[in-house]
T-cell receptor, first 117, second 116 residues
Framework: AQKVTQAQTEISVVEKEDVTLDCVYE???????LFWYKQPPSGELVFLIR??????QNEISGRYSWNFQKSTSSFNFTITASQVVDSAVYFC??????????????FGKGTRLSVIA | ETGVTQTPRHLVMGMTNKKSLKCEQH?????MYWYKQSAKKPLELMFV???????ENNSVPSRFSPECPNSSHLFLHLHTLQPEDSALYLC???????????????FGPGTRLTVL
């Protein structure tokens, strides 16, 4: 069975600090996909990144970076020099490969990040 | 309109009412999804439609009835709901690729439902 655990329920940081959001997943499949979404107060989930299980390269996009480690089943997300606009709930999600081609996502419970000016 | 839109954004209904939530995607995708997000539980997948055919139904009570008349529209018909059904209902769409080529889902802003 697939499962995503985000152990950090809430995190508060002061602006310009770096912050890492943890994500640990469980799956029996060898082919799977990991995602991060951001949910600002407006409610809409905004896609940030997708990573497939065969690509363990870390990725950097501006102030965002992701560390994928299959050995520890983790897909952590780091925001460098955080800003107030980063305040949101962040969700990690997992999907397993299906013949149908659909991508039902299993989400973690989310981490609420508050960046204080 | 662009992306995924949902109407209404807010809905208050009594337990005996019948209402419908509407989702429309303008992305040319052929898969659509309903999720429920409540304060107590993480995002829960309710239904998946692919090419207008329901392919997943995650043990959702029959008081929730989805309808997908075409690949751009998805409805969630509600009747005799309970107060515990109060939640944010999110619609999403995606363009499933070939096996091994999965695309991300794009979400609408959600409908905040309150059942009195």
């Amino acid at each position: 069975a697939q499962k995503v655990t985000q152990a950090q329920t809430e995190i508060s940081v002061v602006e310009k600090e770096d912050v890492t959001l943890d994500c640990v997943y469980e799956t029996r499949d060898t082919t799977y996909y990991l995602f991060w979404y951001k949910q600002p107060p407006s409610g809409e989930l905004v896609f940030l990144i997708r990573r497939n299980s065969f690509d363990e390269q870390n990725e950097i996009s501006g102030r965002y970076s992701w560390n994928f480690q299959k050995s520890t089943s983790s897909f952590n997300f780091t925001i460098t020099a955080s800003q107030v606009v980063d305040s949101a709930v962040y969700f990690c999600a997992l999907s397993e490969e299906r013949d149908s081609g659909n991508t039902p996502l299993v989400f973690g419970k989310g981490t609420r990040l508050s960046v204080i000016a | 309109e662009t992306g995924v839109t949902q109407t209404p954004r807010h809905l208050v209904m009594g337990m005996t009412n019948k209402k419908s939530l509407k989702c429309e995607q303008h992305l040319g995708h052929n898969a659509m999804y309903w999720y429920k997000q409540s304060a107590k539980k993480p995002l829960e997948l309710m239904f998946v439609y692919s090419l207008e055919e329901r392919v997943e139904n995650n043990s959702v009570p029959s008081r929730f009835s989805p309808e997908c008349p075409n690949s751009s529209h998805l409805f969630l018909h509600l009747h005799t709901l309970q107060p515990e059904d109060s939640a944010l209902y999110l619609c999403a769409s995606s363009q499933p690729g070939r096996r091994g080529d999965y695309n991300e889902q794009f979400f609408g802003p959600g409908t905040r439902l309150t059942v009195l």
